[in-house]
Antibody, heavy 117, light 108 residues
Framework: EVHLVESGGGLVQPGRSLRLSCAAS????????MHWVRQAPGKGLEWVAG????????GYADSVKGRFTISRDNAKNSLYLQMNNLRAEDTALYYC??????????WGQGTQVTVSS | SSELTQDPAVSVALGQTVTITCQGD??????ASWYQQKPGQVPVLIIY???NRPSGIPDRFSDSSSGNTASLTITGAQAEDEADYYC???????????FGGGTKLTVL
């Protein structure tokens, strides 16, 4: 059974940084692309970033490009999201998601990021 | 703003059929996928590719597409189908992912 567990969220001041992690198990991690999707309180889903199986293809939403960096460590079955220069509008529940191709067939429970002074 | 557009809310009588649409230029080239999210729960993939359902998803869920519009149809809506539904696909460049704004389905 696929299991994705996010961690690293919390309360942070605007302009500061945070690093999210996602620990994966139950599947061959380096066979699949992985993504981060967020959901602000009471709002819809927003794709944040994605990385293919070997990290040679990476994409970001315009809203985070230049501030966030997605990475993965296949040896550790882990996905990361380095978030710099955080803004209030980055406040959301951040989900780690496993991709089949461009669709997400497994999701973690999410980790909450709150940006506030 | 999203490159995929969904109606914010749709309602259906119990046991009737309802269609939720998703519009966007990228849908002329790429398939949409559909997710169901119930309050306080994680999104669940219900349709992907050309009308494919993951294991465990009831066959009352189906999808179709025409031009720039993808449609999710629930045939014989049940009370447990009341949820938010999101479409997603690639963006117009084909390199990024986009979600629709979501449709809140109410089963009357």
């Amino acid at each position: 059974e696929v299991h994705l567990v996010e961690s690293g969220g919390g309360l942070v001041q605007p302009g500061r940084s945070l690093r999210l992690s996602c620990a994966a198990s139950g599947f061959t991690f380096d066979d699949f692309g992985m993504h981060w999707v967020r959901q602000a309180p009471g709002k819809g889903l927003e794709w944040v970033a994605g990385v293919n199986w070997n990290s040679d293809s990476i994409g970001y939403a315009d809203s985070v490009k230049g501030r966030f960096t997605i990475s993965r460590d296949n040896a550790k079955n882990s996905l990361y999201l380095q978030m710099n220069n955080l803004r209030a509008e980055d406040t959301a529940l951040y989900y780690c998601a496993k991709a089949m191709e461009w669709e997400f067939d497994s999701w973690g429970q999410g980790t909450q990021v709150t940006v506030s002074s | 703003s999203s490159e995929l557009t969904q109606d914010p809310a749709v309602s259906v009588a119990l046991g009737q059929t309802v269609t939720i649409t998703c519009q966007g230029d990228s849908l002329r080239r790429f398939y949409a996928s559909w997710y169901q999210q119930k309050p306080g729960q994680v999104p669940v993939l219900i349709i992907y590719g050309q009308n494919n359902r993951p294991s465990g998803i009831p066959d009352r869920f189906s999808d179709s597409s025409s031009g720039n519009t993808a449609s999710l149809t629930i045939t014989g809506a049940q009370a447990e189908d009341e949820a938010d539904y999101y479409c997603n696909s690639r963006d117009s460049s084909g390199n990024l992912v986009v979600f629709g704004g979501g449709t809140k389905l109410t089963v009357l």
